[in-house]
């Protein structure tokens, strides 16, 4: 499926004429943008609940004993 989104600023310039444009192809559904502004905002923790890690920490498995093998 794809999505055509239209702007609502430019809905009642495009919204028919994309609708037609796309009439023929069942896997395109053109759609209003209704959003009013953004979700989020500046300074916002996101919930308080980002857990920041050292990405160059070994994994466990890496981290146990190798097997020494006799020669």
């Given at each position: 499926?794809?999505?055509?989104?239209v702007?609502?600023?430019?809905?009642?310039?495009?919204?028919?004429?994309?609708?037609?444009?796309?009439?023929?192809?069942?896997?395109?559904?053109?759609?209003?943008?209704?959003?009013?502004?953004?979700?989020?905002?500046?300074?916002?923790?996101?919930?308080?609940?980002?857990?920041?890690?050292?990405?160059?920490?070994?994994?466990?498995?890496?981290?146990?004993?190798?097997?020494?093998v006799?020669?």
């Open positions: 499926m794809i999505y055509c989104v702007p609502a600023g430019l809905a009642d310039e495009l919204y028919d004429k994309l609708t037609a444009y796309y009439a023929d192809d069942p896997n395109v559904t053109v759609i209003v943008d209704r959003r009013r502004g953004e979700r989020r905002t500046r300074g916002s923790d996101g919930g308080g609940m980002r857990q920041l890690r050292d990405r160059r920490q070994r994994s466990f498995s890496d981290r146990q004993p190798q097997p020494l006799e020669q």
